[in-house]
């Protein structure tokens, strides 16, 4: 009697689970990863932030030692005679010794295009085909169709990388500031800024480029005409997911804002932050991946998180180096 007893005590305790607590356990399972998953993805995004803070804060160091060795910031473009406008350089590839990317500058030939060889290759050897890490916003998701995560995708859709129009170029998610765009106004003189206003400039400010025959540089900037300060004035700001320009479902192959050998990542700054993405395709603006907002590094090489609730006469004073606005730091981190 008693071996049947202990028996029937160990089957008891031998049960398994219902079907109930079972369901139970699953639902409590359900519960705790819904409550955990915002905070473990909000982590992940903050620690994609401050890597993206310490990119600009690299670009921002070695802009220091650009000055010390050459008295002004990097020219914003640059074309050697007998290359279109299309093919000439921008601020990045000028700045790749000071950020520790010394073999990929020597690579390149400054006499040749851009977008051919020896400079580009098919196969994605080249120089400006090199990904340059911090170059890029590891936050970055939102892109267009043809931005690869690291490198512009196929111009022609065709599967076939092809020389000429900036196909398998490493991208940028980081662009010079050439002041604000056209048409903006002054909120202190309600008059026009006017071109050139930044620091980072397109190549007419350094006088006509009458053809490709000629070289032609953008204007130079020493930080001593910086007269706004150099802690109140944007030196480059993150527009991620950049490829070609593209307007109204149109892209533009001379345009290729999203590589950094490009000429074109330099931008006039006339929107907001993160403005549409019909406005940003077609000329960049201030925008990122980041909840609320981007983040822009200034002359003084201290990085700062804008929000998306920055005044309008904030974002243009930012863009500014010598237009003598007063501000706050509303919607500055």
Known sequence: MRRLEAYRCRNRMRRGFTLVELLVVIAIMGVLVALLLPAVQAARESARRSQCQNNLRQIGIGMTQFLDAKKHFPPGQFKPPGVPNSAASGWATWFLPYIEEQATFERLNFKMSMRHKPNWQPDLTGPVNQVIPVYLCPSMATHQADREQTRLGIFKRNGVYE?????????????GCGGPGNGVLNPISGTNYGSDRGILLRMESGGNCLGSKYTCSSKTIRPQQVTDGLSR????FEASGQGWHEEGGSRNKSDSPGAWASRDNTGRLKEKVNPPLSIIWASPEVFSDHPGGANILLCDTSVRFLSEDVEGYVYF?????DANETFGDVGIE
């Open 317 to 321: 004073a930012l863009t500014t180096r």
């Open 163 to 175: 020389e000429g129009a900036g196909d398998g170029m490493g991208a940028i998610d980081y662009f």
């Open 233 to 236: 004035t944007m030196l480059a």
